[in-house]
């Protein structure tokens, strides 16, 4: 069952209104997509993924509020695009939550996930020529490691890419946690190899670039007095969300709405083990 992250504090930062129009910039299985549209009445979401499968499951998830939603399917460098389709040229409120959609992980097919057996792939788009076996088999070692350091902030990144660099090919997920954790033994209850898969992922799918992007052109998306929820899962990603904000709200274009940022409850992290290293930051436009 797909449980959307933070839902009561998305849905009480983005203040929806019955005639609104709002974005979900990430809508992944629906989940907080549906919880917006329930709020509505004359109002619409735009729901839009970069995953078409995903963007496939929310439909079908919330197929109750089917008339209170468009669907869209882009990157965050098309967003722009997604509300022209929809005929407006500003939202009420927009949401990203920048984690990993569960259908991508628990896929095997879809290579996200280091628990299950499958090809080493990672696209959240999967109309987009490179996978993550490209990475790990032909990146050199020294950029291979780089990547894993400044994207999985993996300080034994190293040792780790030299790892790979001697088992090539490697072309399984499980082939590749199995070499990583060879090479840097567990010594927490952390997979050694999950920040690697993490840099993996990110690099896949250039998501340092598509967030800068969303960073850029969000606030031109939401209308003076709308807001711009931001979840993320990476300290790497809640640096950039924080700075994007305050230079905003240096320039006088928004208020922060969260002095500090929000962390999940104890109650829903025993819920919802995923939401564990969530982190909500919120905006109103000025």
Not at 52 to 62: G, I, P, Y
Not at 95 to 116: I, K, N
Not at 194 to 202: K, V
Not at 246 to 261: E, Y
């Amino acid at each position: 069952m797909h449980v959307p992250v933070m839902l009561a504090e998305c849905l009480e930062y983005l203040a929806i209104r019955p005639d609104g129009i709002y974005l979900d910039a990430t809508a992944g299985l629906g989940g907080h997509t549906g919880a917006i549209a329930e709020r509505l009445k004359s109002g619409f979401v735009i729901a839009n993924d970069r995953d078409a499968e995903s963007l496939e499951q929310a439909r079908r998830n919330t197929a109750d509020w089917v008339d209170r939603i468009r669907f869209h399917h882009g990157s965050f460098s098309d967003l722009a695009a997604a509300l022209k389709d929809a005929g407006v040229e500003r939202v009420d409120g927009l949401l990203a939550d920048l984690g990993v959609s569960r259908y991508q992980l628990l896929e095997p097919e879809r290579g996200f996930s280091l628990m299950a057996e499958g090809p080493l792939d990672m696209r959240m788009d999967r109309s987009q020529p490179r996978t993550a076996d490209d990475i790990v088999n032909l990146t050199s070692e020294k950029e291979l490691a780089d990547l894993i350091y400044q994207l999985g902030e993996e300080r034994r990144s190293r040792r780790i890419s030299r790892a790979i660099v001697r088992a090539r090919p490697i072309h399984s997920t499980q082939r590749l946690s199995g070499v990583i954790e060879a090479a840097v033994p567990r010594t927490t209850k952390l997979h050694p190899a999950t920040q690697t898969f993490m840099a993996l992922r990110m690099a896949v799918n250039d998501e340092p670039a598509e967030l800068d992007r969303l960073l850029e052109i969000a606030p031109d998306l939401v209308r003076s007095g709308g807001r711009i929820v931001i979840l993320t899962f990476m300290s790497l990603e809640d640096r950039k969300v924080k700075q994007s904000f305050q230079a905003l709200a240096r320039a006088g274009r928004a208020t922060i709405l969260t002095k500090h940022v929000l962390k999940p409850t104890p109650e829903e992290v025993r819920r919802n083990p995923p939401s564990r290293s969530a982190k909500l930051r919120a905006v109103e436009m000025s």
